[in-house]
């Protein structure tokens, strides 16, 4: 976390392990890590440092196989849609988009020198 100098902030702390539980990782850090109850997390050692890293859900395991079935029946509807030229939107091509961005800088451009006259 950068502190309002630009610094980086670090959390240190101090723990005892003991022989009847795992180790404990203090609220105070999870906190600051963001580690959540339910939070999947990847130890990597590495010359006697242990590395934490959140493993994030696949894009499986985000919706139900229902959801999952809906979702790709939508998604294949809509790509078939743009295939066949089904689409809809404020411009019929890019050219004609461009065209009316230039017309809207030409504009502010005209406004900001009457303003400052």
């Keep these: ?44 050692v590495s010359g006697g440092i ?14 139900r196989p229902a959801q999952r079935k809906i979702l790709d029946a939508q998604l294949a509807q809509d790509l078939a849609d743009i295939k066949a030229g089904r689409t809809a939107g404020p411009f019929n091509s890019a050219d004609e988009m461009i065209a009316h961005m230039k017309s809207e800088l030409k504009k502010r451009a005209t406004k900001k020198l009457k303003r400052s006259r």
Excluded: C, H, W
Aim: aromatic letters at 4%; charged letters at 25%; zero cysteines.
């Design 1 to 44: 976390m950068l502190s309002s100098e630009g610094t980086l902030s670090v959390t240190n702390m101090t723990v005892t392990v003991k022989n009847k539980t795992g180790l404990t990782v203090p609220e105070a850090v999870q906190r600051r890590a963001g580690i959540k109850i339910g939070d999947r997390l990847e130890f990597r």
């Design 50 to 63: 242990i590395n934490i890293i959140p493993k994030l859900p696949a894009a499986d395991d985000e919706y």
